[in-house]
């Protein structure tokens, strides 16, 4: 298994958050205990991809890397990283994150097992990569120094734990599923469902007696299994 070591914490520390505007460069350890696959031969991101096959379908062998098969999650085409480059690797470790902790709620999404679902849904991982994206805006990480107090409040909870920036996508992926059920939208609403999550997201942050990211009230729609 390949663990991602990425420089939040140090960054953190150095009060700056300026590791994503670098595209959050990621070092990665290995370690092979429970592992008997070889995977010498694989990248970090491949590993990774694989790793998210497993989470996603632990039935189904994934027949190569670039693969149809691929499309059954929710990406555009074949291969997984044309849609993932624009938000850096950071939006595949998001999914993976949340595949792994989350199980139960990753798979409610990605099979679309909740409530009355529209004809036209969301692509499941498309929508994965588009929250990243808007968390970073959302949360001013891109600022070597966030210039904003929502900015400021997340640095908190990232000093604290580092993965706190994993754990706030995982809430705002299931919220943003909920507010789609909520606002009975359609692919077309997609927008509209990602601005009201945020502003909801927004509202919890700033809301007082918030110590950890568990505390708001958003996380209560998580289930891990
Ligand atoms: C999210 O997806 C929508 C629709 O595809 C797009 O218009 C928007 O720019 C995306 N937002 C981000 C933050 O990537
Ligand atoms: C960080 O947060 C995650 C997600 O809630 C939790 O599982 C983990 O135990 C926390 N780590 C520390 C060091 O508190």
Not at 43 to 61: G, H, M, S
Not at 187 to 211: C, H, P, S, W
């Amino acid at each position: 298994m390949w663990q991602w070591l990425c420089s939040i914490a140090a960054e953190v520390v150095a009060g700056s958050a300026a590791w994503l505007g670098k595209g959050l460069s990621c070092v990665c350890v290995q370690s092979r205990e429970g592992d008997a696959r070889p995977s010498f031969d694989l990248t970090p991101v491949q590993e990774a991809l694989r790793a998210l096959w497993d989470a996603a379908f632990p039935r189904e062998e994934l027949c190569g890397l670039v693969s149809e098969q691929w499309k059954a999650m929710g990406w555009q085409g074949k291969d997984p990283s044309t849609d993932f480059r624009g938000g850096g690797f950071i939006s595949l470790e998001n999914l993976l994150y949340f595949g792994r902790n989350f199980p139960r709620s990753f798979q409610d999404l990605l099979l679309k097992q909740d409530g009355d679902r529209a004809m036209w849904e969301y692509p499941f991982a498309v929508a994965g990569v588009n929250i990243t994206f808007m968390l970073i805006q959302m949360l001013d990480l891109e600022a070597v120094k966030p210039q904003t107090m929502l900015g400021a409040t997340f640095l908190k909870f990232l000093a604290e734990n580092e993965s706190a920036f994993d754990l706030l996508y995982c809430i705002t992926f299931k919220l943003m599923d909920h507010q789609w059920l909520t606002m009975r939208a359609s692919y077309m609403d997609f927008n509209a469902v990602m601005k009201a999550t945020r502003r909801q997201l927004e509202t919890e942050l700033l809301q007082e007696g918030i110590k950890r990211l568990e505390d708001l009230p958003s996380y209560n729609l998580l289930k891990r299994y």
